[in-house]
């Protein structure tokens, strides 16, 4: 019988699309599980619909539970970072709305105070043009996604949102972190 491992971290990241997002973060070594959701906002129990219309606050996050063991939540915030553009309020290439921003949603006084240092450090080495405007707030709640927002890449590689936003995405993120990938 496998023993629980009990040394885990959550993190609970918005960087637009959950779709892109856990596809990118199920491939992270040191990354045990990745669940699509909504944080915060303000209605109970938000649809997707609901998310979508703009009306509840919620932001499309991605919840992961890592090993800070094998990855530290600096090498999250890394990744995170890298992954989607930081510098744009309330977007996502096409996506468009407060629902897409970027934030991170930290879980104790490390986390908010690592988020500071990762966005100061990728501020001033200048990696973007513009400035990061990532939300740093801290974490209240997180829904979970219906079941068909789960593990969607991974499910329908073809569906065309798929195939021409997420599928780049993940290449992008293979290339670059090619040594963090899980075997």
Known sequence: MEMENTNLETATLAAGCFWCVEAVFDDLKGVTD??????????????????????????????????????????????????????????????????????????????????????????????YDQPIVTEIKPFDKFYAAEDYHQEYFANNPNQPYCAAVVAPKVAKFRQKFIERLKK
């Open 34 to 127: 990745v669940v699509s959701g909504y944080s915060g906002g303000h209605t109970e129990n938000p649809t997707y619909q609901e998310v979508c219309s703009e009306t509840t606050g919620h932001a499309e996050v991605v919840q992961i539970k890592f090993d800070p063991n094998e990855l530290s939540f600096k090498e999250l915030l890394q990744v995170f970072l890298t992954v989607h553009d930081p510098t744009t309020l309330n977007r996502q290439g096409n996506d468009v709305g407060s629902s897409y921003r970027s934030a991170i949603f930290y879980h104790d006084e490390k986390q908010q105070q690592t988020a500071g240092e990762a966005i100061a450090e990728f501020g001033a080495a200048g990696i």
